[in-house]
């Protein structure tokens, strides 16, 4: 199945804002409110950080921000700080013949 | 607080067969289904399958269905991904992570193992 679309890279200075996008269909993205963001630091495992298009789970700050507009999802990272610089990946639930699929990833880096 | 914890790195031959491991340290009473994503080198995360660890129910990415095995030993709470042959393309990074389903639909992953490395080289 085809991955969805994410940036390769984003970048803002710390206390600035960016946007990561993440397009997909309407078999994907479009069609279903379970999108879902990872961090991903070097080395590490990723961490759930939104789902549910919106939601943020316990202990993700609030300058995580998910949301979706037709067939393109969005995280904003309001604030930056140096910690935030990652890799980021969007998922989502792709029906019931593929079930799955991911963004590509795109690095997020603090200037 | 549920944890997973996977076995260790592993460097193999081409041709050999491999399984690796994802042991639950949750709530073992519970039903819910544990998935395996890769992540080549260098590369995004892919979603491998997933297996309902109450009643072992399985599926597979088209894109790896035929290539990969995922079991589950529900006795000692652990999860299982296998290869009968490697080849170097297998070489990457093996994560396993718990699956929320919601309405049959897949929702999210969380929390994800530690990650297994494997290579295969010759």
């Known amino acids: 199945q085809s991955a969805l679309t994410q940036p390769p890279s984003a970048s803002g200075s710390p206390g600035q804002s960016v946007t990561i996008s993440c397009t997909g269909t309407s078999s994907d993205v479009g069609g279903y409110n379970y999108v879902s963001w990872y961090q991903q630091h070097p080395g590490k495992a990723p961490k759930l950080i939104i789902y549910?298009?919106?939601q943020r789970p316990s202990g993700v700050p609030d300058r995580f921000f998910g949301s979706k507009s037709g067939n393109t999802a969005s995280l904003t990272v309001s604030g930056l700080q140096a910690e935030d610089e990652a890799d980021y990946y969007c998922n989502s639930y792709a029906g019931s013949n593929n079930f799955v699929v991911f963004g590509g990833g795109t690095k997020l880096t603090v200037l | 607080e549920v944890q997973l914890v996977q076995s260790g790195a592993e460097v193999k031959k081409p041709g050999e067969p491999l399984r690796i491991s994802c042991k639950d340290s949750g709530d073992s009473l519970s039903s819910y289904w544990i998935s395996w994503v890769r992540q080549m080198p260098g590369k995004g995360l892919e979603w491998m399958g997933r297996?309902?660890?109450?009643?072992?129910?399985?599926n597979y990415s088209p894109s790896f269905q035929g290539h990969i095995t995922i079991s589950n030993d529900k006795s000692i709470s652990t999860v299982f991904l296998q290869w009968s042959s490697l080849k170097a393309s297998d070489t990457a990074m093996y994560y396993c992570?718990?699956?929320?389903?919601?309405?049959?639909?897949?929702?999210?992953?969380?929390?994800w193992g530690q990650g297994t490395l494997v290579t295969v080289s010759s």
């Open positions: 297996i309902d660890r109450g009643d072992s129910y399985i």
């Open positions: 549910e298009v919106s």
């Open positions: 992570a718990r699956t929320r389903i919601t309405a049959f639909r897949h929702n999210y992953f969380d929390p």
